[in-house]
């Protein structure tokens, strides 16, 4: 979430007349500042400061390849040991300044539920961040539905295949499937099952809710996510929102910036280069899953400037872990994708070519020829018409352009 949740804050300082402080755990912040270029980027927002609070986590848990461990230790230490920590930060005041004045609205990512128990107990009212997409929070929101029909759990894994049709809007083509790995077998004591059980209860109380996403992509399910949060902002692509607000603000418009909380490696656009166009396929799992070097034809490096690959024009084909933040930034470059989820990730997505059954050489193979030959006219016609929905969506009169004004106007009464 560290990426989407930064260029959100960036938004709401180019409104001019709001005080923002980003709260990071110590370990990322550490990393934005390695990493990074955060610090000079934001010298030109004079109303943003940066604070950090422990995550709970020994430094030993900090290790690559660790990234799902990492996951469910942060969630289990949070109220345990941040909540009191946030509680404290939040009474003693001593995050504000002369220049700064007692916070009035707490924006939380919707995982980090203890912020809401504090916000509680302050008379703080909370605004609700859910960085996944909105199809798999509606989907996460109805499992108590489908519990209850007895959809879940259904037993053996031939059963994989069966459709789901509690959850409206998606009757049609949700399969058992494409639930996370630890519904398939209905261990709902799972610790992911129970931290999105407690983030879907929570979500009513919260004074609106904030997505990654625009209301020409994602319309019906945003209806639905209205019925459990009536005050919801669609203010996505959150990338390309942010592109537009700078260019539209400074001349020339600043180069692309990262968030990256690791180190990147930019040689890989030389290569890009003096590749043919969209001939390249451009292989990325995320952070938290791990994948080993290959000896293929190719450039491999450990970690990429993904905004500026995909919008490379040698690049024709995206495989992806299907994490959502991966998925819109595709969406908006119009490249095809082969989707691969690997953990808690974009389970259902009717934009690429569908991995998760078959991981093996020859799935692979097949499905990249599909995007980058045999299908390829029908993929790219796809991809165009969404990414021209997408970037009308930000610029002045969009449908997000309107919902992050509307957000904004709607937390300046409460400073």
Known sequence: PLNSMLKLAELLCLAG??????????????????????????????????????????KTTH??????????????????????LFREMITSGCLISPSRRPFTCIMAEAVLSFAMDVADEMGIPVIYFDTISPSCLWIYACIPKLIEAGELPLPGERRLGCTITCVPSMEGFLRRRDLPGFYHAGDFADPNARCIMIETQK???????????????????????????????AVGPLHTHLKAKLAAETSPPPPTSSNSSWREDRSCMAWLDAQPPESVVYVSIGSVSTMTATKERGCVVS????????????????LTHGGWNSTLERMVEGVPMVCWPRFVDQQVWEIGLDMKDRCDRVTVEKMVREVMELRRDEFMNSADRIAKLARASVVEGGSSFCDLNRLIQDIKPMA
């Open 63 to 84: 290790v690559a390849g660790n990234g799902s461990l990492r996951c469910l230790l942060l969630y289990r230490l949070g109220n345990a040991t941040t909540k009191p």
């Open 303 to 318: 970690w990429a400037p993904q905004e500026e690959v995909l919008g490379h024009g040698a690049v024709g084909g995206f």
């Open 17 to 58: 007349s709001l005080h923002v402080t980003f709260l990071n755990s110590l370990y990322n912040h550490r990393r934005l500042l390695l990493y990074s270029d955060i610090t000079t980027r934001i010298q030109r927002y004079p109303c943003l400061q940066f604070a950090t609070i422990s995550d709970g986590l020994p």
């Open 203 to 233: 979500l009513p109380n919260a004074r609106g809710l904030i997505t990654n996403t625009f209301e020409e992509l994602d319309g019906p399910i945003l209806s639905h996510l209205r019925s459990i949060c009536l005050n919801l902002y």
